[in-house]
Each structure stands twice: as structure tokens, then as C-alpha cells.
């Protein structure tokens, strides 16, 4: 008989006197379950680290779930009769959308600074989850732990220098932090604004001027850097002093339909040139057999559209 796996309690993990980076924080799949639950009994954590929610993107995970259902269960634990989110609340919103009655869930008897804990480590390593609430996660998180920035590095995977980059955009005013927020502007455009933190109306002239000129975060850093070395410049004659590559145009992707137009408007140009008494027996049959395909699959779309009609 197989020995039975003992009970992994998390609250032994948690040492009061010394906290620590262990593993079994950064392994949700250690569970007290994964059920099934009444969606009407989940309810969200008021004081979980994301604070940024784009419904564009609920929208398009809404539409995911619809297709296959929600892939991964969301982490609850036990509250007052029902169970708060520690982990997953974009996954709950989406599940909403769709009207779901139930949602997958991992069940853990957690504590309120465990749950807190747990929760800022996974949105931590979600891509999604933007940098000023990724950087107030990983302050949140020291505070939580007490843990020295190389320990929290190492266990998240990051350098401590990637780290602090990232906290560090919490120095900036809140309104560029909002505009990361926002993606108006990303975080090596903050990481250069930074430099300018000592100089409040030039950091804000600075940010306005980058935003007008749709400048890249690494010309953002040659301007910094160039305002700095050169106090007596402005802002523009600063701007004028570095090499400005305009911008990439972004391809515009044709849909489908807008592509078999134009294909079609040129294979009828095509076709107009084509002399058949010009052509040798062989060229007539491939040319034959090729049109006959073209024939049957026009007719076949065709025939399609007439019946949706």
C-alpha cells in the first residue's frame, strides 16, 4: 500500500520570530482541494496587490473561458462562510462575464498576512500585471516577509538590480506612474525620468515632452542624460543634440476578407493578359486544372454565403 502523503499546514511554515522565502509559498498546487465553487460564494479580496483591472483584457480572457472553459483554478481560502480570492481575480471577473454559476478553486486555510503574502507573490510573476503594481507587490512584499531584496530576488527568479529598478519607479509622482499604469509610458521611460526626481518641474516639462514627441525609453534616457550635462540647454535644444530615429509604423493587418479582394482584383487583371492561342499543350492543361480549383472553391464560398443570407 502506498504511504500516505502527510498534511502540509501552511501556517507551520510561517515562523512569527523569523520569516522566510520558503518553497511551499511559491507552490500553488499544494492544496487543501481543488473543487468546484458556487460562484455566488467567491467573493474578491479588498486588499489584494493588483489594483489595476483593464477590461479589454477580461473581455478577451472572457471569451477564452467561453471557448474552453477556465483552465486554471483560482486559490481561495475560507472566510465567514464563503471564500475570498487569494489568487485569480481576473479568472473570477471573466467567469462573471460568461455567467458561470461554479468556478474551479484551490482551497488553503491560510492566514490573513499568509493569504497577503501568497497573494503578491503570484501577480508578482503574472507578465500581465504592470510595473507600478508590480513594484508596489514587491515593496509590499518585504514589508510582509522582512526579507533582504537579494533573498526576494533569488526566489522570484530575478537579479536584486531588477528588482530595484522596479521599486524604484515608485519614487516617481503619481501621475507618471499612472501614465505606466496606463502603458502610456513603459518602465525604461521611468527609469530614466527618475534621474529628474530632484527636479520637480523639469521631471514634469520632461515627461510632457517626451509624451508629445512619442519619444522610445531609450531616447528618453539620451535626453535625461543630456539635460543633465547640459543644465544651460532647454528641453528642446537638449532634444536637438540627440540622434532621433522616427518611430516604426506598426504593419496594418488586413483582415481576411480585405485580402481576397485585392488578391482577386489582381488575379482578374491577371487573367485579362493571358493570350490561350499563345499558350503550348502543356501550359493549357496546368493553367485548366489550376482555374478549375480556383472554379470550385469560389463556388463553394459563394454557395456558403447565399445560404447564411
Known amino acids: 500500500m ?4 502527510p498534511n502540509i499546514v501552511i501556517e507551520d511554515i510561517f515562523k512569527e520570530k523569523d520569516r522566510e522565502l520558503t518553497d511551499e509559498l511559491f507552490d500553488i498546487t499544494t492544496s487543501k482541494g481543488l473543487v468546484n465553487i458556487p ?11 493588483r489594483k489595476t483591472f483593464h477590461n479589454d483584457t477580461i473581455s478577451e480572457l472572457a471569451e477564452s473561458i467561453k471557448e474552453h472553459g477556465v483552465l486554471s483554478p483560482i486559490i481561495v481560502r475560507p472566510l465567514k462562510g464563503k471564500y475570498e480570492i487569494i489568487a485569480g481575480e481576473r479568472r473570477y471577473r ?3 462575464q460568461n455567467e458561470l454559476k461554479e468556478i474551479p478553486a484551490i482551497i488553503k486555510k491560510v492566514s490573513d498576512d499568509d493569504a497577503k503574502i ?10 500581465d500585471l504592470n510595473d507600478i503594481d508590480r513594484a508596489a507587490a514587491l515593496k509590499e512584499l518585504k514589508v510582509n516577509l522582512g526579507s533582504p531584496w537579494e533573498e526576494i530576488a533569488r526566489r522570484l527568479g530575478l537579479t536584486k538590480r531588477r528588482v530595484l529598478d522596479l521599486v524604484g519607479l515608485l519614487s516617481l509622482p503619481e501621475e507618471i506612474q ?6 502610456k509610458l513603459t518602465e525604461r521611460h521611468g527609469r530614466a525620468l527618475r534621474q529628474l526626481v530632484d527636479q520637480d518641474e523639469k521631471l514634469i516639462q520632461t515627461t510632457v515632452f517626451v509624451k508629445d514627441k512619442n519619444l522610445t525609453g531609450e531616447q ?5 542624460q543630456k539635460i543633465k550635462s547640459e543644465p544651460r540647454f532647454t528641453i528642446e535644444e537638449a532634444y536637438n543634440t540627440i540622434k532621433v ?3 516604426k509604423l506598426t504593419p496594418v493587418k488586413k483582415e481576411p476578407i480585405e485580402i481576397v479582394i485585392s488578391e482577386a ?4 487583371k491577371t487573367l485579362e493578359e493571358i493570350k490561350p492561342a499563345t499558350l503550348n499543350k502543356e501550359s493549357k492543361k496546368n493553367l485548366h486544372i489550376k482555374l478549375l480549383e480556383v472554379q470550385n472553391k469560389i463556388k463553394s464560398i459563394i454557395k456558403s454565403i447565399v445560404t447564411v443570407g
Not at 2 to 5: E, L, T
Not at 220 to 224: A, G, I, M
Not at 265 to 268: D, K
Open 2 to 5: 502506498a504511504k500516505k502523503k
Open 178 to 183: 499612472d501614465d505606466i499604469r496606463q502603458k
Open 265 to 268: 482584383e489582381q488575379l482578374i
Open 39 to 49: 460562484i455566488d460564494k467567491v467573493f474578491a479580496n479588498p486588499n489584494q496587490p
Open 118 to 127: 501568497i497573494s503578491l507573490i503570484e501577480n508578482i510573476q503574472r507578465e
Open 245 to 247: 530615429v522616427p518611430p
Open 94 to 96: 471573466a467567469a462573471i
Open 220 to 224: 528618453t534616457q539620451e535626453l535625461v
